[in-house]
């Protein structure tokens, strides 16, 4: 659609996603200087309608942006009471003491939020400042300028039919042009991903890591609920098959977050995501605190894990990546919030001083620095090595030796260097063939939910005349390379039913049902071949999470 003519607005800042590394970027530079004309453009229908997190949130972050974020109301209102880690069998746990851990796990001053609705009070703030936020406008493309630079990206294109020629209402969008472009979309985003690999930005480093990370909503009996509690296990009933673990967050309203996550570099394609987490609700620890509850919210998403030696390069021309766009998870914490707002804060800094001096369009060098030296940098290099370790020796050797790392790292120093990861998630994937199949119980329909109906509680919608914006590289690859080769495991990593192998016509045929998709970005990761592309799809469409 390059021949298409769009207007055009200018902006000194434009900053794609309305997550909280996209908002703390947008208030701060406004709070550096008023002047500053600063837009902030988000492809959920609403701010927060996208955000999905666990989340206990270090408030360092938010402490450093807005210090009076209590007398302004932040929803922040559940302190953290209570650390639990267990080790899970089948049928029984082991608690792990405390006391052993490093001092960065200890979750003491931290909260239970709602990321989605901090991000909705956050964008208040912003507004209040003199921001502009449009919900709603999906940013499709990146717009040039000479010399290879970034200027802007065009937003708020709509009405393309299936085909992807211009329908009866069709709208071409609007370029809207800036000094500086921020691209804070989160996981795997599809205007970062161009240009990480049009810059060349991850040359060097190691290979990003994600997981998947799924959660539910419940409401419990009062009796069972433990305001403030935190809960992590590990074990059952991934065992050797993958890693991951869970956590159980208590909140307000009797409510609880359930959530499981999945490491995808695991290896047997008929490893089913979705149904570990189903599976692991039905351990008796679990299955006693939701035993008459209601499931009220389900959503996932990808979660980056690689850390520090994973992370890219942050700016190119006119470009700079935010928060989880360049994969800012501290991974034994389960936590990147806080990165994520200390990174739109270093970049709005480092933005405003360039545009003060009459600088655009150029690499914002002082804020990568800030990033890989300050608090974000300090922060991952701790940790560094527990992702590797875990992914070399598995899950009892990597307890030991990453905590032992930790440690040391604490006191200024590691043994152990910096770990290489190796292979991507793509390409940890075994062939069939030298794999079992798993055997998953069928879901109960009162602890555990088939994919479908539980995808009815993300809210999820999408026009279904618009192009799909899961797209193949090669229509071909999925039932002459994936299915023979690899069981097609797309038909399980996918935690929304997305894509389906289906009988047609005497054979199997590859079918994508995008109106199902939650916007985890998975099927980008973990697809062997790496035939799929994820796009946005026209601004508004997709989950319309509540209280993620």
């Known amino acids: 659609m ?3 003519t769009r207007e055009s607005m200018e902006y000194d800042v434009v900053i794609v996603g309305a997550g909280p590394a996209g908002l703390s970027a947008a208030i701060r530079l406004k709070q550096i200087d008023a002047d500053l004309n600063v837009v902030v453009l988000e492809k959920g229908s609403e701010v927060g309608a996208h955000i999905l997190s666990g989340a206990v949130l270090d408030p360092c972050g938010l402490d450093k942006l807005i210090p009076d974020w209590k007398e302004k109301g932040a929803p922040l209102n559940v302190p953290v009471t209570e650390d639990q880690f267990y080790m899970l069998g089948e049928a029984g746990q082991v608690k792990i003491p405390n006391f052993p851990m490093p001092p960065l796990m200890n979750n003491h001053g931290n909260y239970i939020v709602s990321m989605g609705n901090v991000c909705r009070w956050m964008a208040e703030q912003a507004e209040a400042l003199g921001v502009e936020i449009f919900p709603g406008m999906a940013c499709s493309e990146l717009v040039y300028g000479e010399h290879g630079t970034i200027t802007g990206v065009v937003a708020g294109e709509f ?3 299936a085909d992807g020629t211009p329908g009866d209402g069709y709208e071409p969008g609007m370029e809207l042009l800036g000094k500086y472009v921020f691209l804070s979309e989160g996981v795997r985003g599809s205007l970062s991903k161009q240009v990480i690999e049009k810059y060349g930005l991850s040359d060097g480093k190691e290979p990003q890591k994600f997981g998947i990370g799924m959660k539910e909503i419940w409401e419990v009996d009062p009796k069972k609920h433990r305001l403030g509690r935190v809960t992590h296990t590990m074990g059952w009933p991934l065992g050797s098959n993958a890693g991951g673990g869970s956590f159980v967050y208590h909140l307000e309203n009797n409510q609880v977050y359930v959530g499981f996550v999945v490491h ?15 599976r692991f609700k039905h351990h008796p620890i679990v299955a006693d605190l939701l035993e008459g509850g209601k499931r009220i919210a389900y959503g ?3 979660i980056s894990e690689g850390g520090y030696q994973s992370m890219p390069q942050m700016v190119a021309p006119g470009v700079a990546l935010l928060g989880c766009s360049v994969g800012m998870v501290n991974v034994p914490r389960i936590k990147g919030n806080h990165n994520a707002m200390l990174s739109g804060i270093a970049a709005a800094e480092a933005a405003a001083k360039a545009i003060k001096a009459g600088r655009a369009q150029d690499e914002l060098h002082d804020y990568e620095e800030e990033v890989r030296t ?6 991952l290099k701790k940790v560094r090595n527990v992702k590797p370790l875990w992914s070399r020796y598995g899950l009892t050797a990597s307890l030991m030796l990453g905590g032992f790392d930790m440690w040391t790292n604490t006191l200024g120093f590691s043994l152990l260097g ?3 990861h190796g292979k991507t998630d793509a390409e940890a994937t075994k062939m069939a063939a030298s794999c079992k199949p ?3 119980p069928k879901p109960d329909g009162k602890l555990s939910f088939d994919r479908l109906t539980n995808v009815s509680f993300s809210f999820t919608n999408h026009e279904e005349s618009q192009p799909a914006h899961l797209q193949l590289k090669d229509k071909h690859v999925p039932i002459a390379i994936n299915l023979p080769k690899y069981a097609e495991p797309a038909q399980r990593y996918c935690p929304a039913g997305v894509y389906e192998v289906v009988e047609k016509d005497g054979g199997p045929e590859f079918v994508i049902n995008f109106q199902n998709c939650v916007h985890c970005k998975t099927c980008d990761i973990k697809d062997p071949s790496q035939n799929i592309n994820w796009t946005v799809p026209q601004g508004g469409d997709g989950p319309n999470y509540p209280n993620m």
Do not use: H, W
């Open 159 to 161: 009405g393309k039919n």
């Open 438 to 440: 798993i055997d998953y």
């Open 374 to 379: 300050g608090a974000i940098g300090k922060d």
């Open 300 to 302: 996932a998403r990808a």
């Open 2 to 4: 390059s021949d298409v």
């Open 264 to 278: 995808l570099n695991y290896e047997n394609p008929y490893l089913y995501p979705y149904m570990e987490f189903q």
């Open 418 to 420: 910096t770990l290489k």
